[in-house]
């Protein structure tokens, strides 16, 4: 079955470095992949997507982008904040699913 | 996007009462709500399928008569807890689909219930 495979955190990171949250997945046929931030005490929100290989999500300075090749949809962000300090789920729906498939989450701590 | 409400966002009951979460969908129709249980530190867990006015379908392992799904409309669906015990404290969150814009694939999501029974 479909899976999803985060890597495990707390990332904790210096405001204004390099974030970079590993992805990997396992499905048949081709997926839609999301990435998904929950602040603490809220819900999930869509943060951003890919519908097909080598299509690039964007949102709020977070990029991922569809690897077919490794079946990768790292999230990446330039400069942290934070205001970033969350946690971040990785996801896929595929066979036109509306249900995704979530990774476990990581956590994003990210200090002044 | 769009936008999924929930009430109430923080509940703390007795054990042995009942529960009511409400989620709705603000707007936009939806046929189809999801129900999920996050446990801290970890994944969600999608506990049921809730269809506009058919019965809910519940994934392996839920229990059914314990959690009560009712999607009376096409922007409200319920979830009630039945007999609340310690163990159902958790948090609630529900999500809705088909997304706006020909989106299928887009879930939106509630900003969740938190529950506690004492």
């Known amino acids: 079955g479909d899976s999803v495979t985060q890597m495990e955190g707390p990332v904790t990171l210096s405001e204004e470095a390099f974030l970079t949250i590993n992805c990997t997945y396992t499905a048949t046929g081709y997926p839609s992949l999301f990435w998904y931030v929950q602040y603490p005490g809220e819900g999930l929100q869509l943060l951003l997507k890919a519908t097909k290989a080598d299509d690039k999500g964007s949102n709020k300075g977070f990029e991922a982008t569809y690897r077919k090749e490794t079946t990768s949809f790292h999230l990446e962000k330039g400069s942290v904040q934070v205001s970033d300090s969350a946690v971040y789920f990785c996801?896929?729906?595929?066979?036109?699913?509306?249900?995704?498939?979530f990774g476990r989450g990581t956590s994003l701590i990210v200090h002044p | 996007g769009a936008v999924v409400s929930q009430h109430p966002s923080r509940v703390i009951c007795k054990s042995g009462t009942s529960v009511k979460i409400e989620c709705r969908s603000l707007d936009f129709q939806a046929t189809t709500m999801f129900w999920y249980r996050q446990f801290p530190k970890k994944s969600l867990m999608l506990m049921a399928t809730s269809n506009e006015g058919s019965k809910a379908t519940y994934e392996q392992g839920v229990e059914k008569d314990k959690f009560l799904i009712n999607h009376a409309s096409l922007t409200l669906s319920t979830l009630t807890v039945t007999s609340a015990h310690p163990e159902d404290s958790s948090f609630y969150i529900c999500?809705?689909?088909?997304?706006?814009?020909?989106?299928?694939?887009?879930?939106?999501f509630g900003p969740g219930t938190r529950l506690l029974v004492l």
């Open positions: 999500s809705a689909g088909p997304g706006a814009g020909g989106q299928k694939e887009t879930q939106y």
């Open positions: 996801a896929l729906a595929s066979g036109g699913s509306y249900i995704p498939t």
